[in-house]
């Protein structure tokens, strides 16, 4: 080609905006977005899934229940042990933890159900309207939980220690949890009888429900004669069954007796 023609292209080129060398030869866009069309089109490789996050250790709270109440080496330990154990909801509505009551060492110890509101603001169990009528009944056997003679004295506890929200009945789960702490906790208080008050206690330490047909007769838990007994709570509802309590009052103070 004629140089003078060479340099007119180039000198047009340049009036047009193309002032800089890029390639070695001409791009057809034209062409290049043709074939792009016309190109098959290939699925992109799916990613590989992430793998799931491991899955936290399960704990079983009934096993983490029975393996500290036996570290339980006195009556102050057990109740260190039992109320850090973390895995009852109930504690964390509660306003205190409601651990006992009476003479450890007395001859008698009455296990109840759970806290009320007078139980969970005191701390202590069985001081309500319940609590009450309760005292009145072992005195009239001569019994006191404060009595300095440990003959006459009573030991009171509960099978949960902290109040079930709006005094709901105790669940069959919270029940499983506390009853290593229950059972460590009459193996250290060492009573001669127990005294199983209400439906919830019977079923803790009997595995049986049913009080009205179980009051009265003696049997045997923990290694230790037993009386289920109607609760107090129950007597203020029902006056009439005050009756069968009274027979069941005379048959504990027969077996205190040796009789």
């Not at 306003?95 to 007078?118: K, L, W």
Request: glycine share 8%; aromatic share 6%; with cysteine.
């Amino acid at each position: 080609m004629d140089p003078r023609v060479i340099a007119a292209l180039l000198d047009w080129q340049a009036e047009l905006g193309a002032d800089e060398w890029i390639g070695d030869g001409p791009v057809d866009r034209f062409a290049l977005a043709e074939a792009a069309r016309a190109a098959p089109v290939v699925a992109a490789r799916p990613r590989p899934a992430a793998e799931p996050p491991p899955e936290p250790a399960k704990v079983d709270p009934v096993a983490e229940a029975r393996q500290l109440a036996a570290q339980a080496s006195s009556l102050d330990h057990l109740a260190e042990l039992q109320s850090g154990f973390a895995h009852c909801e109930l504690k964390k509505g509660a306003r205190n933890f409601v651990f006992c009551d009476g003479r450890a060492g007395a001859r008698v110890m009455i296990v109840g159900e759970a806290p009320g509101a007078d139980e969970d603001r005191q701390g202590k169990p069985f001081v309500g309207r319940a609590g009450q009528l309760l005292d009145r009944m072992l005195a009239a056997i001569g019994l006191d939980r404060h009595a300095p003679d440990m003959e006459r004295a009573v030991y009171i506890t509960n099978v949960l220690p902290w109040r079930p929200p709006g005094n709901r009945d105790p669940e069959p789960a919270e029940i499983a949890m506390m009853q290593p702490f229950v059972r460590r906790h009459i193996e250290l208080a060492a009573p001669d009888l127990l005294v199983l008050v209400g439906n919830h206690s019977c079923q803790a330490l009997l595995g049986q429900r049913g009080i009205t047909k179980l009051r009265g007769r003696w049997t045997e838990t923990a290694g230790r004669p037993a009386l289920p007994m109607l609760h107090p709570a129950y007597l203020l509802r029902n006056p009439y069954a005050k009756r069968d309590s009274w027979a069941d009052l005379l048959s504990l103070q027969d077996r205190l007796r040796g009789r």
